[in-house]
C-alpha cells in the first residue's frame, strides 16, 4: 500500500542522525495524523502529538508550550524524542517561530526530531520555503488510490469511481444520504471554510465556492476562463479564476490542466481542463445513486475520465511529471504525461466517444510521443491502470 511506503519513508528519515523537519502535507482526510501517529509508535521514541486545529490554540505561546513539553522528553533519555505538529500552519507567524526554536535545538545539541502535518500550499504560503529553507524534507500524503481502498474496504471499481478515495467515508456507503452529507459537511464545506478561506487572503469568497461547483459540474472537460467568466457572476477576471483554480488544486479539490505544448507561454494561457482530484466530489453533490450513475453512460463516462485524470494528478502530485492535455479543432487526446521533453499520449475509452482516436493519431504525428496508451474499450484494462502510478508510463 502507498500509505506503507510513506511510513516506512518517514521512519526511516527520523532513524537518519543527521536532523530534517518532516513535513506531511496533502489534502484533509487524507490519512496524515493516522501516518504520523503509527510512525510515533514504530519509532519507539518519547513522543509528542498536537494538533492547531481548534482556533482557540492559534498563537505562538502554543507552539513554544509544545516544543518544551517534547524537550523534557528528548532530555530524559539519550535516543532523544518526536515532536508531531499538526495542523500547524493555523498558527500566526508559525515558520518564524519554528525556525528559531530549531536553530536553537540544532546549537545546543538537543536531540528532538520534528514533524510538521498541514496542506502543502498553506504551509508554503506561510513561510514554509522562506523561513526554514534547508532544514525541512517534503513528503506529499495525496489522496487513496483505487489499490489502497480496495485493499483497505474491499471496493471494487465500480466503488471507486463513483465514491471516491475518503477512507474515513467507506463505512458509510450503505447509506448514501449519510455518505453524501460526510463528504458536503465534513469534507467540502470544511476544506473550503476552514482550510481555504480562514488561511488565504480570498477577495471573493462566494467566487471560489461557486468555482468549485462549476469545477465539479464539468470536470473533465475544457473550459475557457471568458466561458466560465460567462456562468459565474462577479467573477471579476481571469488571473482571479486561475488564481482560484490553484488554491482548489493546493486543497486536493478541482485543478485546471494546462494544454500540452512547447511554448509554455501558449501553455498557461490555455482554457483549461477541469479536473476534480476525487471523484467524490462530483457524485456526492449529484442526487443519482451508483446504479442510477451507471445506466447513464455519457455520465459515467465522465466518472471514469475524471476517475483516471485524479490518479494521474495524485500520482505526480510533488514531482516533475506535469499533467496536460492536447486539443486542436475538433482533435484532442485526454491526459498527456510530460517529464522534460518526453510525453506520454493517454486516451480514455469510457463510453463518451466513437471508437476512433484521430487525436492520439494527429498528436503522435506532430509530438512524437514515447508512448500511446489507450485506457478501456479494446485497450489496457482501467483496473490495471489505476493499479501503476503515472511514473510507470513515463519511464
Not at 502535507?25 to 490519512?31: I, K, L, S
Not at 525541512?136 to 471507486?160: C, D, K, T
Not at 478561506?197 to 473550459?223: E, N
Not at 466517444?353 to 485497450?379: C, W
Amino acid at each position: 500500500m502507498k500509505r506503507q511506503i510513506l511510513h516506512d519513508e518517514l521512519l526511516k528519515r527520523l532513524k537518519e542522525k543527521r536532523r530534517f523537519l518532516q513535513v506531511l502535507a496533502g489534502p484533509r482526510q487524507v490519512g496524515k495524523t493516522t501516518l504520523a501517529r503509527q510512525v510515533m509508535q514504530a519509532s519507539k521514541l518519547p513522543a509528542h502529538y498536537a494538533s492547531a486545529d481548534e482556533p482557540s490554540l492559534r498563537d505562538r505561546t502554543w507552539i513554544e508550550q509544545q516544543w518544551d513539553l517534547a524537550r523534557l522528553k528528548a532530555n530524559e533519555g539519550k535516543a532523544g524524542a518526536l515532536l508531531v505538529l499538526d495542523e500547524v500552519q493555523k498558527v500566526s507567524d508559525w515558520s518564524n517561530l519554528v525556525k528559531l526554536l530549531w536553530d536553537a535545538d540544532t546549537h545546543a545539541g538537543v536531540p528532538l526530531k520534528v514533524v510538521l502535518l498541514g496542506s502543502a500550499p498553506l504551509l508554503i504560503q506561510s513561510g514554509l520555503t522562506e523561513s526554514l529553507a534547508g532544514r525541512f524534507e517534503l513528503i506529499p500524503v495525496p489522496h487513496w488510490s483505487f489499490a489502497e481502498m480496495r485493499e483497505a474496504f474491499g471496493w471494487n471499481l465500480e466503488q471507486y469511481i463513483f465514491y471516491g478515495a475518503y477512507p474515513g467515508s467507506a463505512e458509510l456507503i450503505a447509506s448514501p444520504e449519510r455518505w453524501r452529507r460526510y463528504v458536503t459537511d465534513s469534507l467540502i464545506e470544511t476544506t473550503i471554510s476552514r482550510d481555504i478561506l480562514l488561511m488565504t487572503r480570498v477577495d471573493k469568497p462566494a467566487l471560489l465556492r461557486r468555482l468549485f461547483h462549476l469545477g465539479c459540474a464539468y470536470s473533465g472537460q475544457i473550459l475557457s476562463y471568458q466561458k466560465m467568466l460567462g456562468q459565474l457572476t462577479d467573477a471579476g477576471n481571469t488571473v482571479t479564476l486561475a488564481h482560484y483554480l490553484d488554491l482548489l488544486q493546493g486543497a486536493g479539490m478541482v485543478a485546471g490542466l494546462s494544454k500540452y505544448a512547447h511554448g509554455l507561454v501558449r501553455q498557461r494561457g490555455s482554457s483549461p481542463k477541469l479536473q476534480v482530484l476525487n471523484t467524490a466530489l462530483m457524485t456526492a453533490q449529484d442526487s443519482r445513486t451508483m446504479a442510477e450513475a451507471r445506466r447513464d453512460g455519457n455520465h459515467w463516462g465522465r466518472l471514469v475520465e475524471s476517475c483516471v485524470g485524479a490518479h494521474l494528478l495524485n500520482t505526480t502530485f510533488s514531482s516533475d511529471i506535469e499533467v496536460t492535455y492536447w486539443r486542436e479543432r475538433n482533435q484532442e487526446v485526454d491526459f498527456i504525461l510530460r517529464q522534460g521533453k518526453t510525453a506520454t499520449a493517454i486516451e480514455v475509452k469510457s463510453g463518451r466517444r466513437s471508437e476512433s482516436l484521430p487525436g492520439m493519431e494527429a498528436f503522435a504525428k506532430q509530438f512524437k510521443p514515447k508512448r500511446k496508451l489507450l485506457v478501456g474499450g479494446q485497450g489496457m484494462a482501467l483496473e490495471e491502470f489505476l493499479t501503476k502510478p503515472a511514473s510507470h508510463w513515463v519511464q
